[in-house]
């Protein structure tokens, strides 16, 4: 709850921080022989949207996970999310701690 006396917009922000729904995310980098050898277990914002970088919606689905975990994944990585297996396109780093994984339906 702000204190009385906070700026508007650091509240507003605050509540949509505190909503932010995370989802369990499977990842078994690319050229490992079974999904058990190697499988990461991360929380990440999944979403079936993706803005291209011209602004346009698109309804590819993807996952935004922080940088720091994923050292060994690239194009060709197995996603599972919500027990749906995915496949990785696309690897976008945000430089500021974030990546988004593009994916596509395995």
Request: charged residues 15%; aromatic residues 6%.
């Amino acid at each position: 709850m702000p204190a009385k006396g906070d700026d508007i917009d650091v509240a507003v922000n605050a509540a949509a921080e505190s909503h932010v729904y995370l989802d369990t995310v499977l990842i078994t980098p690319k050229g490992y022989p079974h999904p058990s050898t190697k499988t990461l277990t991360l929380q990440g914002s999944f979403s079936n949207e993706y803005f291209d970088a011209s602004g346009m919606a698109t309804s590819q689905p993807n996952v935004e996970l922080l940088t720091m975990h994923l050292a060994d994944i690239a194009k060709g990585a197995l996603v599972t999310i919500k027990g749906i297996k995915y496949i990785v396109t696309e690897v976008q780093p945000d430089g500021g701690g974030s990546t988004l994984l593009i994916l596509q339906f395995a």
